[in-house]
């Protein structure tokens, strides 16, 4: 089956009871049993929900694995992974990555003993120098968030294997549609289905998608055992939301590139980041990993100005100022005072994430009513 026919159908089957083609949202809690144990599958929603369930093996279809989980969120689906580790345990991550993860590593899992490394990996060897015996887990973010770095996910599986290390990766900007990191080789992959997954900013949730059976046997003990699952509505939403990925990224990809070749060619635009352009340093990477090049683009205003910035994206008008991305809906974003501003601004800098930043999720509206808007907000 190919993607465009997974997303309406992959690992879907008709509801038993009246052959509704939609999964019926199951708002209940728990399930009747004929005897103690004797039950039809399920036994409790945070075990398990047959809406939810319905979107997991969604999940896993898309992505070409085996086993999906659904979480309340992908800071909750990034939380189960960190506790397949141990005091003493190390993670070497990708050094621009979502604040979110960024604040989950160093504020949460560090005070636990697990050391942290934030390696630029766009060049898959400097890992190496970063791997020792208690190397446990390799985070990828590709591409990055908020700089559209690109990190060869097939160089640094061939890393993870040859070390015995899980390697996990933040497929949120690219989703399934354009790359499918279990088929490079990674044993995890992440989304915040918030994002493009569910495409319509109506829902708060995480995913988990992997191959092997003892990986994901583990994780569906976290999951239960934590506890930080998503309800019936919110699956039934994200599952619509998959439906139409496939011709959602198509025109997120189509307008993403003319926003970036136009910011190229404004002259109040100091640099614009998005792996598209033959002159990013890992253009080609992009291009064999991925389909297109997606719909995100951060760039900067001349002078590294803050106020400048600021000032453009209260001028936005189609674009709404709004955390958040990957819906039908254009958004803009200051990444220094929003997304990540719980990273420190010395650590922000180093990896270009400067005052001056505008992070734009470009929608799927008429792209000359796009630029206008820009254009208006910028002179």
């Known amino acids: 089956m190919k993607f465009n026919t997974k997303t309406i159908h992959g690992g879907q089957t008709h509801d038993p009871a ?34 939810r ?30 506790k397949l580790l141990k005091p003493g345990d190390e993670v070497i991550s990708t050094n621009d990555l979502y604040g979110g993860s960024y604040r989950l590593f160093t504020k949460i899992f560090q005070d636990f003993g697990i050391k942290f490394h934030f390696v630029g990996m766009e060049k ?21 968030n908020p700089m559209m770095n690109i990190i060869d996910i097939k160089a640094v599986s061939e890393i993870a294997r040859n070390h015995h290390i899980l390697l996990a990766v933040d497929n949120t900007f690219a989703t399934p549609y354009l ?56 699956s039934f939403l994200v599952l619509r939301g998959i439906k139409t990925l496939h011709v959602r990224m198509q025109r997120h990809c189509e307008n993403g590139k003319a926003i970036a070749e136009f910011l190229a060619s404004h002259p109040k635009v100091e640099k614009v980041y998005w792996p598209g352009f033959e002159n990013h340093p890992n253009h080609e990477v992009a291009k064999a990993q991925m389909k297109d090049f997606g719909g995100m683009v951060s760039f900067t205003t001349k002078n590294n100005n803050f106020s400048e910035a600021i000032k453009t994206v209260e001028k936005l008008k ?62």
């Open 318 to 379: 189609v674009f709404t100022l709004a955390e958040s991305l990957g819906g039908v809906e254009s958004l803009a974003g200051h990444p220094a005072s929003m997304t990540h501003a719980s990273i420190p601004k010395e650590e922000r800098e180093k990896t270009g994430v400067v005052d001056s930043l505008i992070r734009l999720s470009v929608g799927i509206e008429d792209i000359d009513d796009l630029i206008a808007d820009l254009k208006q907000a910028l002179e």
């Open 179 to 234: 790359q499918q990191p279990l088929d490079l080789g990674a044993d995890i992959v992440m989304h915040s289905a918030t994002k493009y997954l569910g495409g319509h900013s109506d829902v708060v949730m995480g995913a988990l998608i992997v191959k092997d059976k003892a990986l994901a046997d583990k994780l569906y003990f976290i999951q239960n055992a934590s506890g930080a699952v998503c309800g019936p509505q919110d």
């Open 53 to 82: 369930s319905a979107l997991e093996n969604a999940f896993a279809s898309i992505e070409n694995g085996t086993y999906g989980l659904a979480f309340a969120s992908g800071l909750a689906a990034m939380d189960a992974v960190m």
């Open 18 to 51: 009246y052959g509704a083609v939609m999964p019926p949202i199951y708002q209940t809690s728990t399930y009747a049993q004929s005897t103690p144990g004797g039950h039809k599958g399920y036994e409790y929603s945070r075990t398990h929900n047959p809406t």
């Open 124 to 144: 898959a060897s400097a890992i190496e120098d970063y791997v020792t015996s208690n190397t446990k887990l390799i985070w990828v973010e590709t591409p990055t």
